[in-house]
């Protein structure tokens, strides 16, 4: 005898069950599993039973109103402020504090961050300190000064010998700072008696943001504060991954046409000399304006792949 195959919700049978299934979802005749928690319901119990161990996960946070989930407790309070008013309940709001310290580098520690451990291997840009005692960030500004001004004992500082040591020493006496673990205090007094430098600090824990900024001078330095210690950096696009770097807004950047800081020409697309823009160039067939030779013949350039601005814009 063969076998039938039913329909639960009409008691319709079917001799394959290809028919049973093609019939419950043309009549949406299909088995409802709900949950006795939130009322979600599910067309297949092992979903349901997926769902159920959600409920009992202790990490996630459930929404009293309506028994939703949510693995971060800000999503949770969103859904709470957007749905069910919950500010206007009872007239609470919840405000979450985050309370970030100012960094302060001596002795670096080892890192557990194997991402991090690769990452200083790897870049080339970053000149490690290695340092026992507490002024690591001294001997940063005199191995960077030294980069910068191209020290004739250069690879003995960079090195760590005697004479980095004897520098930082006496960068912390002519600032009057005490030789101990130094922060932005600090920092703020040796760039006073380096007016020559711009002194700006990248902090790993910030996200690799400038943390601080001295004023603008003749020269730049560039520390890495990581780990509770200081590096130096020799150059900020290879650091950030990048072609280029903007010591204007701070960010990285991969073509010059398509950063804003390198007053771009607003006729070609391109950067040059605007000095020659008596001499204007009209192009009646393209009613477009351009400043001098230059920039038309910037405009009509085209690269390998045949792209040019000409036929871009």
Partial sequence: MAQKY????????????????????????????????CQKTFGRKDNLDRHILRHQDMSLFQCNDCGKLFSRHDNLHRHREENHNQIGRDNTLEIEKTHVELPTGGTKKPSNNTDQVRFLK?????????????????????????????????????????????????LHTL???????????????????MPVYQIHVISKEHFNGVIFQGPKAEKTMYLYFHDEHFDV??????????????????????????????????????????RDTATTITVILMVKHFNGEECYRLHAQTTRKCHSTCKSY
């Fill in 6 to 37: 039913e329909c639960q919700q009409c008691g319709a049978s079917f001799s394959k069950i290809g028919m049973v299934i093609n019939h419950r979802r043309q009549f949406g005749h299909k088995d409802i599993y709900p949950c006795t928690i």
């Fill in 122 to 170: 790897t870049k080339q840009c970053i000149l490690s300190i290695k340092n026992k005692d507490e002024i690591c960030c001294a001997r940063a500004f005199v191995t960077a000064k030294a980069n910068i001004d191209k020290h004739e004992k250069w690879h003995g500082i960079r090195q760590g010998r005697k004479l980095q040591e004897h520098l930082a020493i006496e």
């Fill in 175 to 193: 600032a009057n700072v005490p030789l101990h673990i130094c922060g932005i205090e600090e920092i703020n007094k040796f760039q006073a008696v």
């Fill in 233 to 274: 950096i020799t150059s900020m696009p290879p650091f950030l991954s990048r072609s280029y770097y903007c010591h204007t807004c701070k960010k990285g950047y991969q073509h010059k046409e398509e950063h804003r800081c390198n007053n771009i020409c607003t006729s070609c697309h391109k950067i040059h000399n605007k």
